[in-house]
């Protein structure tokens, strides 16, 4: 499960969140390209926040290999 204390820096405020925990798998922004891309240490983290039940931000959670993807929605 997502730490919501531990979130990636670059994350723009909102219901969804990447933590610190991310391996830099790229899974995620190929789910959610809209949703998800990398910062200079190749981290995933949200850059454009979309409803908490947006099937693409869901699908990217659930493939996440680290739970490192959040949704506080
Ligand atoms: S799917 Fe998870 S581990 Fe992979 S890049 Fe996205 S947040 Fe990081």
Do not use: R
Request: hydrophobic share 35%; with cysteine.
């Amino acid at each position: 499960m997502a730490d919501k204390n531990d979130k990636v820096a670059e994350n723009i405020d909102g219901v969804w969140y990447v933590d610190n925990n991310c391996i830099s798998c790229g899974l995620c922004i190929s789910e959610a390209p809209e949703v998800f891309k990398t910062n200079d240490e190749d981290k995933a983290y949200v850059f454009h926040q979309v409803p908490a039940d947006d099937p693409e931000a869901k699908s990217a959670m659930d493939s996440c290999p680290v739970e490192a993807i959040g949704n506080d929605g």
